[in-house]
T-cell receptor, first 111, second 121 residues
Framework: QSVLTQPPSASGTPGQRVTFSCSGS????????VNWYQQLPGTAPKLLIY???ERPSGVPDRFSGSKSGTSASLAISGLQSEDEADYYC????????????FGSGTKVIVL | QVQLQQWGAGLLKPSETLSLTCGVY????????WSWIRQPPGKGLEWIGE?????????NPSLKSRVTMSVDTSKNQFSLKLSSVTAADTAVYYC?????FGSGNYYIDYWGQGTLVTVSS
């Protein structure tokens, strides 16, 4: 039921830079800010990026977000083994009465 | 530091009503919005809806007909009811705080620990 489209997986070796996208529409990403969440196995998601490109306190600056038009991207530079997790984008959708929509999720694999 | 602690029945039969409650500690229900999100086993996240301290709600259109959220400001708690459950409602359910910072701009900054709800006959 995801409205935002993400690639199922992305991979890289330690130290590499990994980037993946989140594609939406004019009524969600195109109109509102994008957030990114990291979910480690067996745990609740954690806020990674908010307001398109801002990092909460404690999130390493290896993580960066960007947005352009109806798409957003998350980049992880200097990939580390502990970055292996599921990553979800999300934004408010203005359709109907409005609701929060998540992306389909991208699993990052550290080779 | 806000902490969310949730509880409720973990095993239901088809057609029963799911009921979960989330307690808010270290913060007040009177600011921000409070939401429920679910995640079926091995699948992605789905936003169920949100409520604020006045009881104003906003639900995911795909679940709206079966969802009821409520808030008890005296106990600093909010609750979720999902009626007529089926096996498709089997999921880990999370309560969470949605921080609102302007029109259409939210992010989820605090999450509960999650409750696995299984629907099986």
């Amino acid at each position: 039921q995801s409205v935002l489209t993400q690639p199922p997986s992305a991979s890289g070796t330690p130290g590499q830079r990994v980037t993946f996208s989140c594609s939406g529409s004019t009524s969600d990403i195109g109109s509102n800010t994008v957030n990114w969440y990291q979910q480690l196995p067996g745990t609740a998601p954690k806020l990674l990026i908010y307001n398109n490109d801002e990092r909460p306190s404690g999130v390493p600056d290896r993580f960066s977000g960007s947005k352009s038009g109806t798409s957003a991207s998350l980049a992880i530079s200097g990939l580390q083994s502990e970055d292996e997790a599921d990553y979800y984008c999300a934004a408010w959708g203005d359709s109907l009465n409005g609701y929060y929509v998540f992306g389909s999720g991208t699993k990052v694999i550290v080779l | 530091q806000v902490q969310l602690q949730q509880w409720g029945a973990g095993l239901l039969k088809p057609s029963e009503t799911l009921s979960l409650t989330c307690g808010v500690y270290g913060g007040s229900l009177s600011v921000n919005y409070w939401s429920w999100i679910r995640q079926p086993p091995g699948k992605g996240l789905e936003w169920i809806g949100e409520i604020n301290y006045t009881g104003s709600t906003n639900y995911n259109p795909s679940l709206k007909s079966r969802v009821t959220m409520s808030v008890d400001t005296s106990k600093n708690q909010f609750s979720l009811k999902l009626s007529s459950v089926t096996a498709a409602d089997t999921a880990v359910y999370y309560c969470a705080r949605m921080f609102y910072f302007g029109s259409g701009n939210y992010y989820i900054d605090y999450w509960g620990q999650g409750t696995l709800v299984t629907v099986s006959s």
